[in-house]
């Protein structure tokens, strides 16, 4: 059988693997071709659908057997620490969450200052706020109530004149 084109299917599903663990952060869609690039790569080596499962047995528990082993030598916990983010976000730093309470806007009437599709600015209580719409658009200087206040989303409606 032609083994150059099957290794090189392995070494290319390998390489986007890679790419997707170092590079791209693409929510597993390159890894996951890479994964079936490099099945396809192991299988077609095989002469038959037996051998290649035996083949692909073999990988994963290789594969397996590598990642116990570095996390036993502590290699695996340098290779983390390594792509982990280590900075913490600290109060002293200026990390710090919004403090004004917007509970206090629940129930109260306003004026849109942009129009709200759904989100925009409003004048509620003589402050400029960030609102978000119950789905309608509402267009710019109509009369606003605070519907829902969930942590520092606004929810408004529209007022009928």
Do not use: C
């Not at 869609?29 to 890479?34: D, E, P, R």
């Not at 192991?42 to 990642?67: C, K, P, S, V």
């Not at 759904?118 to 605070?146: E, N, T, Y």
């Amino acid at each position: 059988m032609f083994y150059g084109i099957s290794l090189f299917l392995v070494i290319i599903g390998l390489l986007l693997i890679i790419v997707e663990i170092f590079l791209i952060p693409s929510v597993g869609v390159v890894g996951l071709m890479g994964f079936f690039v490099m099945l396809f790569g192991i299988f077609r080596m095989a002469d038959n659908f037996a051998q290649g499962l035996i083949y692909f047995l073999i990988t994963i528990l290789a594969t397996g057997l590598i990642i116990y082993i570095s996390y036993k030598t502590g290699h695996l916990g340098r290779l983390w620490n390594r792509l982990a983010l280590k900075d913490k976000q600290k109060n002293e730093e200026g990390y710090v969450a919004p403090k004004q309470e917007y509970k206090d806007y629940l129930d109260k009437t306003g004026v849109a200052l942009t129009l709200l599709r759904p989100a925009g600015s409003a004048l509620i209580d003589g402050q400029r706020v960030d609102v978000v719409s119950d789905g309608i658009f509402i267009p710019k200087d109509s009369p606003i109530k605070v519907i829902a206040v969930e942590g520092t989303r606004i929810v408004v409606t529209r007022l009928d004149d």
